[in-house]
């Protein structure tokens, strides 16, 4: 999304399955807050959805958004999703 005021606006959302999701989701963080220093806003949201002896992975599983904002498109665009390690 792109506004003239605030600039540029982008999120990306993790699926954390299993036990230890706030052990998981600040692995997470600790990974990536050093890419996003540099960013004007960063927010971040747990949202638990996970049961406890789920019967299936969906139910077992918890949503961590990361949401960052910036005027500058290089750090929002691919700067931001591109160098995301993946698991």
Known sequence: ATNGIGG???????VLTGLDI?????LVRRTLDPQLAGLREVTWNLAR?????????QA???QLTVAVKDTDPNKVGRGFS???PSA
């Open 8 to 14: 540029l606006r982008n999120a990306m959302t993790f």
């Open 60 to 62: 077992a599983s918890a």
């Open 49 to 57: 959805t996970d049961q406890a002896d789920a019967d299936r992975e």
């Open 82 to 84: 591109s160098p995301t």
């Open 22 to 26: 706030e052990d998981k989701a600040a």
